[in-house]
């Protein structure tokens, strides 16, 4: 019923910039909060960045002052501005889409991604 679509993931060398986006089709009325997580090989998934209904954003201490966070409410569409990369950056990214509700429903969901490759390498 709701589909989030990323792209931007890509080969970069260290230093780099990409920017990655987000976009949740389906019969939506609302979207509480939006995050980007990421998962290296061997690891555990983790909170990248997320950015609530309002203005309110919350980051990785390991991606402050390098990754932004931002969102638009009317193309439901998050994206994640990445500079600076550096090689323990290298991860599936992943969007996560909050308490999402549909259209003539009440219930709240969550969904995923399928997720984005990033890799920082010389």
């Known amino acids: 019923q709701v589909q989030l679509v990323e792209s931007g993931g890509g080969l970069v060398q260290p230093g780099g910039s990409l920017r990655l986006s987000c976009a949740a089709s389906g019969r939506i009325f609302s979207i509480s909060a939006m995050a980007w997580y990421r998962q290296a090989p061997g690891k555990q998934r983790e909170l990248v960045a997320a950015i609530s209904r309002g203005t309110s954003t919350n980051y990785a201490d390991s991606v402050k002052g390098r990754f932004t966070i931002s969102r638009d409410y009317a193309k439901n569409t998050v994206y994640l501005q990445m500079n600076s990369l550096k090689p323990e950056d290298t991860a599936v990214y992943y969007c996560?889409?909050?308490?999402?509700?549909?259209?003539?429903?009440?219930?709240?969901?969550?969904?995923w991604g399928q997720g984005t490759q990033v890799t920082v390498s010389s």
């Open positions: 996560h889409a909050e308490q999402v509700v549909l259209r003539g429903t009440t219930a709240f969901t969550d969904y």
